[in-house]
């Protein structure tokens, strides 16, 4: 009797058995998008030769994307988040700052659509052509709606019902994960994809600016709280000391990163204007109505 209760002791248990079926359920999706990937850039290098479309830097940068979501998911910071609500906070600055970037900056988009079905590319094709997809995939539209998406989904899935519902249930919490993940890759792409479909410069500052403020504020809001904001089974040992080190590490990095990325896009904007003008080129001055006066005669003017 006394066997037959420690074997049952030691059979997994429905929330063991459903963790395992979502482990699986993510790991093919994922095996199937690295293939794809895959067979793209060889189909793409072996029409215009290898390292051309797509540079091995974008490949290196999708493989290390893919194998930073699997460790989200499976390594060290999985048992941390599991532990407390900073170390849940860590996984999901895995997602939004580390793995969504790099995704994005893997230019999937061209070698998953060759690697794609031929009835599924034509289709793809036919939808893309449409007016209402064409405006949404113009590259100022794109980035403005992607960068208010993922501020909607960051405050969403941090709010105390959704943020419980996630701890709680497998299901929700993987829904969770896809989501943060969706949305970095999907905004990052317009600031870090392949050049022809990069945002503007000034249109791609305005977007990260405008979605780093959302998360600053968000992160202020559980590290300034005078008491926790969740119950307390999310939390560690001390449960104001847990929300106000995840306040931290949402605030911090977020800013951090997102501010480097954005000196980084004005000043190469700011060369791109200085190398579209030839050395040498006089400046000009214009007044409404008037043609283009050099600059110089215009100075010579003002001497007389």
Same mark, same amino acid.
């Given at each position: ?94 997602? $939004?700052?580390?793995? #969504?970037?790099? @995704?994005? &900056?893997?230019?999937? =988009?061209?070698? +998953? /659509? !060759? *690697? ?89 500052? $305005?977007?990260?600016? #405008?979605?780093? @403020?959302? &998360?600053?504020?968000? =992160?202020?809001? +559980? /590290? !300034? *709280? ?79």
């Amino acid at each position: 009797m006394s066997t037959l209760s420690a074997d049952l002791a030691h059979q997994p248990g429905p929330e063991t058995v459903a963790e395992g079926l979502l482990t699986m359920l993510a790991v093919v999706p994922v095996c199937l998008l690295v293939a794809g990937y895959g067979r793209g850039v060889q189909e793409l290098w072996a029409r215009r030769g290898a390292g051309q479309i797509v540079p091995p830097w974008r490949v290196a940068a999708f493989g290390v994307g893919v194998l930073t979501v699997l460790a989200a998911e499976q390594g060290p910071a999985h048992e941390l988040a599991e532990s407390s609500f900073a170390g849940h906070m860590t996984q999901h600055m895995l997602f $939004l700052l580390v793995a #969504g970037p790099l @995704l994005a &900056a893997g230019g999937a =988009g061209l070698p +998953l /659509t !060759l *690697a794609a079905p031929v009835p599924l590319r034509r289709l793809l094709a036919r939808w893309r052509v449409t007016p209402a997809v064409r405006r949404l995939r113009r590259p100022t539209t794109y980035a403005l709606l992607a960068g208010g998406g993922q501020s909607i989904v960051l405050w969403f899935w941090h709010l105390p019902e959704p943020y419980t519902a996630a701890v709680d249930h497998p299901v929700t919490h993987t829904a969770e994960h896809l989501c943060f993940l969706a949305a970095a890759w999907s905004f990052w792409a317009p600031v870090l994809g392949p050049p022809r479909h990069r945002a503007p410069a000034p249109v791609a500052v $305005l977007a990260l600016v #405008g979605t780093m @403020l959302p &998360a600053s504020a968000l =992160g202020a809001v +559980l /590290t !300034l *709280a005078p008491a926790p904001v969740y119950p307390a089974r999310v939390f560690g040992a001390d449960p104001l000391a847990d929300q106000q080190l995840a306040g931290l590490l949402m605030w911090a990095p977020m800013d951090l990163v997102v501010l480097v990325v954005t000196l980084t896009v004005f000043l190469r904007w700011l060369r791109q204007l200085d190398r579209d003008r030839p050395a040498g080129l006089p400046r000009t001055a214009t007044l409404p109505g008037t043609a283009a006066v050099p600059a110089s005669a215009a100075t010579e003017g003002e001497r007389r």
